[in-house]
């Protein structure tokens, strides 16, 4: 984690990291202030609440109460070498806690992760630099020794892939940093990396070793850079906006029609046929939701059409609204990629269809299955734990080269299907072993949902769209039975990866599936991006009518300006967004794509709390106490923000009703919320305050830090496409 340091008045200090920023002082006796806890004060204080955290996490997985339970840290000092200390850790335990629990929380302690790196004894490397922004591949920890090692499916060894990619993103100005690894069953690895300068600019790798999974990092960071995805539904900023090109040099602009119908020139016949089979599809549906340039009409990316090699144009919002990240890669070589997109493609595809159709797939006999003893052991060590293992085909009886692994959880009945693709059986079966352990701890196991015979709630699209992004979607208990539906096969599609390729893009023609695909390789990478209309998309096709996420384009504007509205403007903002018929418990972040710090009233707000703080900015008291109740029912905001509203609909109810006056009551008010909530909360129902705890901010996104470091990020890749297409 990248944590940037600013010299503050006198002895103060300020640390600025993720969303949050960490004030420290000195003791007066040391000259500070003592305004702030001393930074080694931090220092002690993280080990003891990170003892805390593991305690907590075990008695939550266990319903074990923590009310009565009680932690200690002290540090005793040397006198002889101060720096040389014992942290005594006590914990004091209620006695109806069993002694296995007691040795259980004992353990967890040890799981303390500051223990650990300060018992390991961290290495510090102090230096001067030219730029403290230079240098990707400065916190990834990997040196090159000369080593090349080769894997199936990759044509350069992965230490030159590693170093090709942390140049490329070098040059871009990227630092990155791994956040984590993780590595609890062997032969299986995953680590999380992120933009050090715009950590929500992040992702997974996985795999059998830990270069093979930072290789598989790396290469998904740099896909998501070239496609656009790390900035999918945001808000680009006014800046690019209006440059000469929004996306891609070479996108194209169309206006719709004086009908606001689909205009000539995106699209073709056979996608129409998907996207538009009613003609209920109109071109506003299709506005870039990115620049929010409804004036210039619908923004457009060309894909070549496999079948005949012409280049049909695809709306951006259609891509990012319908796609999202599936279908996408970045190789050594474009064939490399090829195989990859094509690879997850099918993945997802066939997952699709064995879970919605509830098709129970045959077992990998053990004899086979011996054949790749790293796997056997991998799956071992989860069924010592406790997690029985089902290794399935997922071919569907050697069509496509896709495998499954599936977890069962015997302590919360929950099960977990991961799947993997590859032309190589091996390697899918690699794939579906460490996709299922990607990012996760045992204690994360307890969170995945039971099995169902309920056919409604597994072939429910949202339960598909769980399945895409952390496979905890349910699936039936149909998957368990006995009976297969097919036969298992021992199938095998490997070859070079251009070999691969082509036998890949083969099963998509067998399936009378037309194929579009992108190449973006500006960014000195080799990247595509694959689309299958009617096949490869993760969302529903009705969601570019009654879900597209260029909603925001509805109401950007006005809430980021919420401050500078006359009442009038806000009398029309909250009818259209009760008329609008949108999710009330949507957040404000997801409404209009611009990212909130979380730890601010902003990044909790939902469009129903935005219609209660209007209701009260307009002194509409009747629909602001209806909809406080609403908030209250259904709360989801922090304790604190709970409180506020409860102090206001007391506040509110006295208003309304006549035989009751607010001084018989403010003094005891006062007495259980504070002086601070009261003042807010009676000046909001008054009108003297006018959205508390919302602070103004502007189209420029003024003080939004958090969303501008993304806008930072985007402008780099914008800079050097710009460049490479010769434009300023």
């Known amino acids: 984690m990248e944590i940037n340091v600013n010299f503050l008045d006198n002895l103060r200090l300020e640390a600025k990291f993720d969303d949050f920023t960490v004030i420290t002082d000195q003791p007066i006796r040391y000259k500070g202030d003592g305004s702030a806890p001393s930074p080694f004060d931090y220092f002690l204080a993280s080990s003891a609440l990170c003892a805390a955290y593991f305690v907590r996490v075990y008695c939550l997985a266990r319903d074990i109460p923590t009310e009565n339970i009680r932690l200690s840290q002290n540090n005793i000092v040397d006198p002889e070498n101060r720096y040389n200390q014992i942290f005594r850790i006590q914990v004091e335990l209620p006695e109806d806690i069993s002694d296995k629990d007691r040795q259980g929380i004992l353990r967890s302690i040890e799981r303390c992760t500051v223990k650990k790196v300060v018992q390991t004894g961290p290495q510090f490397e102090i230096e001067t630099v030219e730029n403290l922004d230079a ?47 993780r590595n609890i069953v062997p032969h299986v690895w995953s680590l999380h990396i992120r933009d050090a300068a715009s950590p929500m600019c992040f992702t997974n790798g996985k795999g059998a070793t830990k270069e093979s999974a930072l290789c598989s990092a790396l290469g998904e960071f740099i896909e998501r850079l070239n496609c656009n995805f790390f900035y999918n539904d945001q808000y680009f900023g006014e800046e690019i906006a209006n440059a000469d090109f929004v996306h891609y040099p070479e996108e194209k602009w169309f206006k719709p029609g004086p009908e606001d119908e689909l205009p000539e020139g995106i699209l073709d016949e056979h996608c129409l046929a998907i ?13 870039d939701t990115n620049s929010g340039r409804v004036d210039r009409g619908i923004c457009a990316l060309p894909f070549v059409r496999q079948s005949d090699g012409e280049t049909i144009y695809f709306p951006s919002n259609l891509v990012e609204n319908l796609f999202l990240s599936n279908g996408m890669s970045a190789g050594n070589t474009q064939y490399e990629a090829q195989v990859q997109c094509l690879s997850e493609i099918f993945e997802r595809a066939v997952k699709k269809q064995i879970i919605e159709d509830e098709i129970a797939l045959p077992d990998v006999p053990k004899d086979v299955l011996a ?15 406790g997690f029985p293992v089902l290794v399935k085909d997922a071919s569907l009886g050697g069509q496509f080269p896709v495998m499954c692994v599936t977890l069962m959880n015997p302590k919360t009945g929950g099960v977990f299907a991961s799947f993997g693709a590859h032309p190589s059986f091996h390697v899918a079966l690699e794939r579906s072993l460490t996709e299922l352990m990607q990012g996760r701890s045992f204690e994360g196991l307890n969170d995945v949902p039971p099995p169902t015979f309920n056919s409604l709630a597994v072939a429910e699209p949202n339960n598909y769209v769980e ?18 539906d097919y036969e298992f096969c021992e199938w095998n599609f490997s070859g070079t990866n251009e070999e691969e390729a082509e036998t890949l893009f083969g099963i998509l023609r067998e399936l009378e599936k037309e194929v579009y695909v992108a190449v973006h390789d500006e960014l000195g990478a080799q990247t595509c991006r694959i689309l299958v209309p009617g096949y490869s998309e993760i969302y529903p096709v009705e969601d570019l009518i009654w879900d597209n996420t260029n909603m925001a384009l509805d109401y950007r504007e006005d809430i980021l300006n919420l401050h500078r509205l006359s009442n009038d403007q806000l009398a029309d903002l909250v009818e259209r967004l009760e008329e609008s018929q949108i999710d009330n418990y949507m957040t404000i972040i997801t409404l209009i794509g611009v990212e909130f710090d979380e ?15 209007i209701y009260l900015a307009l002194q509409q008291h009747e629909e602001a106490l209806d909809t406080v109740e609403m908030f209250l029912q259904f709360n989801d905001n922090t304790v604190e923000r709970g409180l506020f509203y409860q102090a206001m609909q007391a506040v509110l109810e006295i208003t309304l009703d006549n035989e009751l006056e607010l001084d018989d009551f403010i003094d005891n008010f006062r007495r259980m919320f504070g002086d601070d909530t009261m003042d807010n909360v ?12 919302l602070t103004p901010t502007n189209m420029q996104l003024e003080g939004l830090d958090k969303h501008l470091r993304l806008i930072e990020s985007y402008k780099k890749l914008h800079a050097a496409r710009a460049a490479k297409a010769g434009l300023k």
Do not use: C
Not at 371 to 385: D, M, N, R, S, T
Not at 599 to 613: D, S
Not at 683 to 692: A, I, K, M, N, T
């Open 371 to 385: 054949k790749y003893p790293e796997i056997v052991e991998g799956i071992e060590a989860l069924e010592a734990q």
């Open 135 to 181: 240098d990707a591949q400065a916190l990834l920890m990997t040196e090159p020794d000369g080593t090349r090692t080769f894997i199936e499916g990759k044509d350069l060894p992965l230490e030159q892939t590693i170093a090709n990619m942390t140049s490329i993103l070098e040059d871009l100005g990227m630092k990155i940093e791994i956040a984590s690894w």
């Open 275 to 287: 996207y538009n089979p009613d003609g209920e599809l109109r071109g506003s549906n299709l506005i």
């Open 682 to 693: 009676v000046g909001s129902v008054d009108g003297s305050v006018r959205f508390h705890g």
């Open 599 to 613: 730890n601010t009233i902003w990044g909790q707000l939902t469009i129903l709390e935005l219609k209660l703080l």
């Open 467 to 484: 399945h895409f992004i952390d496979s905890t979607g349910v699936v039936s208990w149909r998957f368990f039975s006995a009976q297969s």
